[in-house]
Structure formats: C-alpha cells, structure tokens
C-alpha cells in the first residue's frame, strides 16, 4: 500500500497541469516586418482576469524585453482569445486587436505570457537563440513573411504537452503569400560592372577592325 501511495505520489509531482491560458498563433513579421501578433486562448469555462499579466519577449542573445503590460480591468472571455500586436502604422487596430504597442519581434526569438506572480504560464521558442522562454528541448524552425506559429488543434482542443516542437507548426506559405513577398520587396536592377563594359566596347571595336580587313583583303584580291 505504502509503494502504491509513493507512486501516486511521484506521478502527481512530476505531471505538469496545463495551464487554461496559452499561447496558440505567433506571427513574427506579414506585408512588413513588424507586422507582428500573439494571440493567446482561455479554454477555460468562465472568464478570466489577466490584470497585471506581463507578455514578455527574448531577443537572439537571450535580452529580456517587454511586449505589453496588461492593464487592469483585463479579462479574457470563457474559449476565447487575447490578441496584442504591434502598433505601427494602425496593423493593430486593423486585425482588431486588443493590446498593443510599439514592441517587435524577430528570428531567433521567444514569447512568454506570465502571471501577476511572475510565473510563466506559457511560452514559445523559434530558431536558435540563446537562454530562451520555452516549453521542451526543441524548437520551431524560424518562421518566413506570412508564416504563422500555430499550436495544433485536434478535435476542438489545442495540444499542450509542454513541448514547443510537438505541439505548434508552421503553416505553409501560400502563392499569393510568396507573391506578394516578391512584390513587396525593392526590385533588382542588373548593372554592369565598369570592367565589363570595356570589355563589350573592345569586342565591338574587334568586330569593326575584322570587318573593315576583310573588305580591304577582298579588294586587294579582285584588284
């Protein structure tokens, strides 16, 4: 009985209770680099106040910095979400989110939602930057324009088994995605090198002298 009691007992120490707020979409850059947003989901049967909740971020080199403080009077509805982004040039007010501010995030960085306790309630990791919020050993891939981080879904209820690689994905970058990447970006235009254009003159004038010989050698012949 007694090793019974020990074994429920280590069971219940080493399980991890999922946390009924996390992290479920990331994006870390859209029509421009700092189109950015995390959205975060109560699956929760009632609403839930995040007054004093910190969204924070790391940089490559592992620098903590703030996204969003959230200001009281903030709750999060009953399985529904919380979206902070980035502020500029109105990207937050046109996707409707709720928190915002000048913040960005990059390649190689992470996000952590953590409570009025300091506690990290949920995290995600991408790329390979150093001493990172994460849940698990592995991480995503960096993530390209328009790609999102996406924690899966299976039958209405988000994974969460406190592992950043096996329970997010990257979803794929559509053609008018990739497209519209293209356009956006400032158009090559093909110059020629200096020593190049020499080149091309001193064959245009061979060219000429070969011609201008064979004209000279063909009256010599007839005359």
């Given at each position: 009985?007694?090793?019974?009691?020990?074994?429920?007992?280590?069971?219940?120490?080493?399980?991890?209770?999922?946390?009924?707020?996390?992290?479920?979409?990331?994006?870390?850059?859209?029509?421009?680099?700092?189109?950015?947003?995390?959205?975060?989901?109560?699956?929760?049967?009632?609403?839930?106040?995040?007054?004093?909740?910190?969204?924070?971020?790391?940089?490559?080199?592992?620098?903590?910095?703030?996204?969003?403080?959230?200001?009281?009077?903030?709750?999060?509805?009953?399985?529904?979400?919380?979206?902070?982004?980035?502020s500029r040039e109105g990207f937050a007010d046109n996707i409707q989110a709720d928190l915002s501010s000048t913040a960005t995030l990059a390649?190689?960085?992470?996000?952590?939602?953590?409570?009025?306790?300091?506690?990290i309630v949920s995290a995600v990791a991408w790329g390979q930057g150093q001493d990172q919020y994460q849940e698990g050993y592995s991480r995503?891939?960096?993530?390209?324009?328009?790609?999102?981080?996406?924690?899966?879904?299976?039958?209405?209820?988000?994974?969460?088994?406190?592992?950043?690689?096996?329970?997010?994905?990257?979803?794929?970058?559509?053609?008018?995605?990739?497209?519209?990447?293209?356009?956006?970006?400032?158009?090559l235009r093909r110059q020629s090198a200096p020593w190049l254009n020499l080149i091309l003159l001193a064959v245009a004038i061979s060219l000429?002298?070969?011609?201008?010989?064979?004209?000279?050698?063909?009256?010599?012949?007839?005359?």
């Amino acid at each position: 009985m007694k090793k019974v009691s020990f074994l429920v007992l280590t069971l219940l120490l080493l399980a991890q209770p999922t946390s009924a707020l996390i992290i479920v979409e990331v994006q870390i850059a859209g029509d421009q680099s700092d189109h950015d947003y995390v959205k975060i989901y109560n699956s929760q049967d009632r609403e839930i106040e995040v007054n004093s909740y910190r969204l924070r971020k790391k940089s490559a080199s592992g620098k903590d910095y703030s996204l969003r403080l959230f200001p009281q009077g903030t709750v999060i509805p009953a399985q529904s979400y919380l979206t902070w982004a980035n502020s500029r040039e109105g990207f937050a007010d046109n996707i409707q989110a709720d928190l915002s501010s000048t913040a960005t995030l990059a390649i190689n960085n992470s996000v952590a939602l953590i409570n009025s306790d300091g506690q990290i309630v949920s995290a995600v990791a991408w790329g390979q930057g150093q001493d990172q919020y994460q849940e698990g050993y592995s991480r995503l891939p960096n993530p390209e324009a328009h790609q999102l981080i996406k924690r899966k879904n299976v039958d209405g209820v988000y994974q969460a088994s406190q592992s950043n690689f096996d329970d997010f994905y990257l979803t794929e970058l559509t053609i008018s995605n990739s497209l519209l990447s293209f356009e956006e970006s400032t158009p090559l235009r093909r110059q020629s090198a200096p020593w190049l254009n020499l080149i091309l003159l001193a064959v245009a004038i061979s060219l000429v002298l070969v011609k201008i010989f064979n004209i000279y050698y063909q009256k010599k012949i007839i005359s």
